[in-house]
């Protein structure tokens, strides 16, 4: 894995294997922000923007999101092992003072602050069909912005409920990936 453009591109990212983890492939991130970066339905700008990856895993995501101007990133990944090598990789690029992490279950996040998001970025285990509560969550608590995009990365054929909470905009297959891309309602 690779940061694809930006200050670090052409850097590598650390990874470990593992059957609770999905690595971002470097082909659909990079298809994901060619939407984004060229996609006039898509309000969004990634500079300075402060961005949300939950189920953040190595942040492959949330890392390109740095190296392309994003102004924060606040990474949500539960598991102690895959949180280490994110902040190896924070530390091996020198971002760390532009990155967040929370060690945590992204149900058991506390949406209560002030801070703003204008894009958030769901990863979640392909079988996990939850993480359409805490979408709901997200949108409850108002966190973002007037213009914002929300990305979520599922397998191709998984038939989510979306319609009631987000507004989607665009829907792309790439492979075994289906990229949702929306705002909420």
């Known amino acids: 894995m690779r940061i694809i453009s930006g200050k670090l591109k052409g850097h590598s990212i650390n990874f470990i294997k593992s059957l609770k ?17 060229h ?7 990634i500079k300075l923007a402060n961005v949300l990856d939950l189920y953040s895993g190595f942040g492959s995501f949330g890392l390109e ?6 102004k924060r990133v ?8 895959v ?10 690029l020198s971002i760390k003072s532009e ?9 058991e996040l506390n949406f209560n602050n002030k801070e703003k998001y204008q894009i958030f970025f769901l990863d979640p285990p392909y079988k996990d069909a939850s993480f359409l509560k805490n979408l709901n969550k ?3 608590f108002k966190i973002f912005d007037k ?6 990365h599922r397998e191709k054929d998984s038939n989510d409920l979306l319609q009631n909470l987000i507004h989607i905009k665009k829907e792309k297959i790439y492979g075994r990936s289906k990229i949702i891309f929306g705002e909420f309602k």
């Open 21 to 37: 983890t999905r690595p971002l492939k470097d082909s659909v991130k990079e298809n994901i922000f060619n939407m984004m970066d």
């Open 39 to 45: 996609n006039k339905d898509l309000d969004v700008e």
């Open 65 to 70: 999101c740095i190296s392309r101007g994003a």
């Open 74 to 81: 606040t990474f949500v990944e539960e598991d102690h092992n």
């Open 83 to 92: 949180i280490k090598t994110l902040k190896s990789n924070l530390s091996k």
């Open 99 to 107: 990155a967040k992490i929370i060690q945590s279950k992204v149900e």
């Open 138 to 140: 997200i949108k409850d």
């Open 147 to 152: 213009y914002h995009l929300v990305v979520i």
